[in-house]
């Protein structure tokens, strides 16, 4: 299959595109598009055969359950059995927005969106081209993170090209992202409710609002089926250095030292690395850094290197966010 790109740079070449997206997406196709987290690839969520497409097209397991995109509140009964209280609240002050929420699943939906799940999750995105596709679709929009099953999530259409071309008919390229990471997932169906995913949305955010909200243990079995998946993985092993800014900086400068032959990235925020031949330097706060992580990553990988070091954020906020994807990128965490 060949992709068509399309790269809108006014109004009527947009309107186009999101015809054209509209149209395949009614047929059972898929598209790529963007949303204000990360690039998905979305299908009709009601439409198993156009489902069953995006597991082929990504290599997904499938045991793992999409998120159902909609553009309007009115959509929500079509996809949900019914709404908890709490998704309310949390509807009224984050949608649209980078928030998913796991609510009883609503028969009409076929069991492979849900992997077989008897909840959907479901989220209403703030990106003007996604919430003009789902309208120009007229339905709900299942949509992954559109990579390879495994790979770093999607934050340019570039990235999308490096992972689907050919795999998928149509991809547009809405130019960077607000956020740059997944949407936080709530699932609204349990007491307390629980943070299954922290995103873009923040624990703290949502205390406001629900001051119940816990986060599952990353211990334990995850009731998120993606989570317990090894994501966000560059192929060069990456290596995490966990600590403050002083004490990873100290740590990484004498590993350096110690196999400076190699092929060593280092993408750091803190110290002075500028001079290394092969450096990505990204910003000190987590809430600046979140949009250019996985870009830092995908970047580094590009190179073939022998490993990835990277620096550790705080654990709070959306730190916390990316700390939650660096882990699981990483197959050695150093304890600074
Ligand atoms: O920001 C985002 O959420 C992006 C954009 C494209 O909207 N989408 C995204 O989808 O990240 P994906 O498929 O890469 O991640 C969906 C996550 C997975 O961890 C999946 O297991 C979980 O949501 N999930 C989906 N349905 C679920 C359910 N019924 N119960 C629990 N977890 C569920
Ligand atoms: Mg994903």
């Known amino acids: 299959m060949k992709t068509e790109i399309s790269r809108p740079t006014n109004s009527n070449e947009l309107k186009e595109a999101v015809v054209r997206a509209g149209n395949l997406i009614k047929q059972g196709n898929l598209v790529a ?24 097209a990504k290599n997904r397991p499938a ?22 209280e709490v998704a309310e609240k949390l509807m009224d002050r984050f949608w649209p927005g980078p928030l998913s929420l796991v609510l009883p699943k609503n028969m009409a939906v076929p069991a492979v969106t849900t992997a077989g799940l008897d909840t959907v999750v479901v989220r209403f995105p703030s990106h003007p081209i996604a919430q003009a596709i789902i309208n120009s679709a007229n339905t709900p929009i299942a949509a992954p993170s559109a990579n390879l099953s495994g790979k770093v999530s999607p934050t340019s259409a570039d990235h999308v090209i490096e992972d689907l071309i050919n795999r998928i008919p149509f991809i547009i390229d809405g130019g960077d ?29 949502i205390k406001e609002i629900v001051p119940s909200i816990v986060y599952e243990s990353e211990h334990k079995t995850p009731r998120s089926p993606g989570m317990k998946y090894r994501h966000y993985s560059p192929s060069a ?20 030292d110690r196999i400076s032959d190699s ?58 966010s990316i700390m939650n994807r660096l882990r699981k990128a990483a197959s050695k965490i150093v304890i600074c």
């Open 33 to 56: 598009f963007p949303t204000e987290t990360v690039y998905g690839l979305g299908a009709d969520a009601m439409n198993k055969k156009a489902v069953e497409r995006i597991f082929i």
């Open 177 to 205: 992202l607000e956020y740059g990471l997944e949407s936080t997932v709530v699932d609204c169906t349990v007491e307390p409710p629980t943070i299954l995913r922290p995103g873009s949305i923040t624990l703290e955010q």
């Open 263 to 320: 092929k060593t990235i280092i993408i750091w925020h803190s110290g002075d690395f500028s001079r290394l031949p092969f450096n990505y330097q990204i910003p000190a706060t987590s809430i600046e850094a979140a949009p250019r992580i996985y870009y830092a990553l995908r970047a580094a990988d590009s190179h073939k290197p022998d490993r990835i070091f990277i620096q550790s954020y705080e654990d709070t906020g959306v730190g916390h």
């Open 63 to 84: 045991d793992n359950p999409l998120i159902v995109h909609i553009s309007k509140r009115e959509q929500l009964l079509q996809v949900a059995r019914t709404l908890p």
């Open 237 to 256: 092993p990456v290596i995490l250095f966990c600590g403050d800014k002083s004490k990873t900086t100290q740590r990484m400068k004498e590993k350096l």
